[in-house]
């Protein structure tokens, strides 16, 4: 595959440059999917791995939470500068190598130690390649494109998440009838399977060279600090947009994390039961909420409404509040609709969010603008919501509360993030005023 260069194009090489792009897309949309999908596959197979290893909701959650909050914390920024500055295509087959590792060795793990570092790898690799491709996204079209070209981001995301659970699940219904590999328990062949499937997905990447930055102003090779103070005097916009997303990573954290736990412990559900089910309102959701968010973005950045990139966003936080209590639903199937309205507000306002950046943020401060936000995201979002939900939990009675944690955390954060994008919007007005 050719790459994208920076000469013009004539008019007669414009589908082909349009068809290049496309592919470039694909291959990002591919990667992005293979990195949720090992970040993700650990959740449908919790339950039998935390048995199998005698460990607590806890140090579940510290695992799911703290283990990807942390290392991010630390590298994201220096992540994005080298995103901003480097080969990008490089950065993000490095990062695929890290979550395959990450995915092979938690078929291995004996104990929480072994299991956070595992959980760890896969999480750096999965969490830091997102802003890695919204960079090379954005350079692929032009900035009234950008809402549907992140669409396809959004879309590998939600796919990857639940190919986790519905192959995850069947995977380990399957190895439970039938160990494929002597000596491994079904939760770990699940991840020996998902690492074997993270190199074939990887491949694509290698067809694709770096393409030309577009819109790079003087500013472009920016040292850190200058950038990072650049992004500081963006804070009326950028604080309140930070606030309305990462309240959505904090509900939709804790919401990928127990919801197979809630289907087991309060609708006696096994994981092979649920996984396909389950697998399919990821899926949907994600594909109606990002096609949602996309067209959206780009309606409102079109519009005559100022502020209008953000306003997808808004309502989309507010219709997230009534379906944070999918875990009090009386059944499985009203659980499924409601976690369905819930997973597809947040695919919405993190299209949204993403758009909003790549058309409001300088290229050259791109990446460690993004990169800040990871930061932010990791910290409170991983790293506080899984286990705010146990807390919540252990005060309403135990293990068997989680439920209520759950949906308690679910509506505070999506109230948060209707406050955040409501005040990001008035203040994307006030600068294009």
């Known amino acids: 595959m050719t790459a994208l260069t920076e000469t013009a194009t004539s008019p007669s090489q414009a589908p082909a440059r349009a068809k290049t792009a496309w592919l470039a897309l694909s291959a990002l949309g591919i990667a992005i999917f293979n990195a949720f999908a090992m970040r993700a596959v650990f959740a449908p197979v919790q339950e039998m791995a935390k048995a199998d290893l005698g460990i607590s909701d806890f140090q579940i959650s510290l695992v799911q939470g703290l283990a990807a909050s942390i290392p ?41 130690y072994m299991l956070f570092v595992a959980r760890m790898l896969a ?28 669409l396809v981001l959004s879309l590998g995301n939600m796919a990857g998440v639940a190919a986790a659970f519905a192959f995850g699940g069947a995977a380990l219904g399957a190895l439970n009838a039938a160990p494929l590999f002597e000596g491994l328990t079904a939760w ?51 604080a309140p947009l930070f606030l309305g997303q990462v309240s959505v990573v904090m509900a ?17 559900l096994a994981p092979e039961e649920f996984a396909g089910w389950m697998g399919l309102v990821i899926l949907a959701s994600g594909l109606i909420g990002s096609i949602m968010g996309g067209l959206l973005a780009d309606a409102g950045h079109k519009s005559r409404i100022k502020g209008g990139i953000l306003i997808g966003a808004v309502i989309a936080a507010f219709l ?25 507000c947040g695919a919405i306002t993190g299209l949204v969010t ?33 286990t705010l939900v146990t807390l919540i939990s252990d005060a309403f009675g135990g293990e068997g509360a989680i439920r209520y944690g759950l949906a308690a955390t679910g509506a505070a954060t999506s109230i948060a993030a209707a406050i955040g994008f409501s005040a990001a919007m008035i203040n994307a007005a006030r600068r294009e005023a």
């Open 320 to 344: 997230s509040i009534p379906g944070a209590f999918f875990p009090l639903m009386p059944d499985a199937t009203s659980f499924a609709w409601v976690l369905a309205l819930f997973l597809a």
């Open 72 to 112: 991010i914390a630390l590298l994201s920024v220096p992540l994005g500068a080298m995103t901003d500055r480097g080969n990008r295509m490089r950065i993000l087959l490095v990062l695929g190598v890290t979550w395959t590792v990450g995915t092979l060795a938690t078929a291995f793990v004996t104990d929480f």
């Open 252 to 268: 939709d954290t804790a919401a990928g994390i127990w919801a197979a736990p809630v289907l087991s412990r309060n609708y006696g």
């Open 123 to 150: 999480s750096i690799g999965a969490m830091c390649a997102v802003p890695v491709a919204i960079s090379i996204a954005a350079d692929l079209g032009p900035p009234e494109n950008r809402g549907r070209a992140l």
């Open 354 to 386: 993403a758009t909003s950046v790549a058309v409001l943020v300088p290229n050259e401060l791109r990446g460690v603008c993004l990169a800040t936000f990871m930061v932010v995201a990791s910290i409170i979002g991983l790293g506080i919501a899984p």
């Open 188 to 238: 770990r062949g699940v991840h020996v399977l998902f690492a074997i499937a993270s190199l074939v997905l990887l491949l694509p990447l290698l067809l694709i060279r770096e393409p030309a930055r577009q819109e790079v102003g003087a500013s472009a090779n920016l040292p850190l600090r200058d950038a990072l103070a650049a992004i500081w005097r963006m804070r009326p916009l950028l």
